[in-house]
């Protein structure tokens, strides 16, 4: 079993709309989780990062722990065709950083 | 302030034959990691230095793999000899501060982008 599983899509959406990502792990010493971002020929960017359970919002974007169920989630409201990248999951407990796979996302003008 | 930079953005060589990739991160930044992305697959860290010190190499394929970091700056990452599995982009990243994963945000350079034929 993967440390972190995550599905790769792709997804499209409509300009607009409501977008989910979300991770399952493993691991339950895990405490810190991230989403990066990553563009097409460019290197991952870190758009947000939680520790332990709970919300948070930064703009568009609320990341979503629940270390209960082990399973992380980004949403991104009125999604832009800006948005449209690659979402990696990442998190760790107290050493090495684990990815998952990445989500192609691409929002449709 | 300058991102981290990764020399070239492209290579492409034969099967047996030797590769070098080049960092150089955002100046300050104490850590430094190489990261292996196999296409449709997350980062997979190959190595992490502290300054010019090895922290963790425990997924560094050592036969054939092995990086530096001299003065605690720049690093480079060597494959010799390539095989075909290794086609891969080769990401540099670097963090301020050597406290680890945990709370320390890691900034990542383009790339360079491995094809072993």
């Known amino acids: 079993q993967k440390e972190v599983e995550q599905d790769p899509g792709p997804l499209s959406v409509p300009e607009g709309a409501i977008v989910s990502l979300n991770c399952t792990y493993s691991n339950s010493a895990f405490q810190y989780f991230m989403w990066y971002r990553q563009y097409s020929r460019k290197g991952p960017e870190l758009l947000m990062y939680t520790y332990s359970s709970g919300n948070k919002e930064d703009g568009r974007f609320t990341a979503q722990v629940d270390k209960s169920s082990k399973y992380i989630s980004l949403f991104i409201r009125d999604s832009q065709p800006s948005d449209s990248a690659t979402y990696l999951c990442?998190?760790?407990?107290?050493?090495?950083?684990?990815f998952g796979t990445g989500t192609r996302l691409t929002v449709i003008p | 302030e300058a991102g981290v930079a990764q020399s070239p953005r492209y290579k492409i060589i034969e099967k047996r034959q030797s590769v070098a990739f080049w960092c150089n991160p955002i100046?300050?930044?104490?850590?430094l990691y190489w990261y292996q992305q196999i296409l449709g697959q997350g980062p997979k860290l190959l190595i992490q230095?502290?300054?010019?010190?090895?922290?963790?190499d425990s997924q560094l394929p050592k036969d054939r793999f092995s990086a530096e970091r001299l003065k605690g700056v720049d690093s480079t990452l060597k494959i010799q000899p390539a095989k075909l599995e290794d086609s891969a982009v080769y990401l540099c990243?670097?963090?301020?501060?050597?406290?680890?994963?945990?709370?320390?945000?890691?900034?990542f350079g383009p790339g360079t982008r491995l094809t072993v034929l």
């Open positions: 230095f502290q300054n010019n010190g090895v922290v963790d």
């Open positions: 990243a670097s963090s301020f501060t050597p406290s680890g994963y945990n709370t320390d945000t890691q900034y």
């Open positions: 990442a998190m760790s407990g107290a050493n090495n950083l684990f």
């Open positions: 100046s300050g930044h104490a850590t």
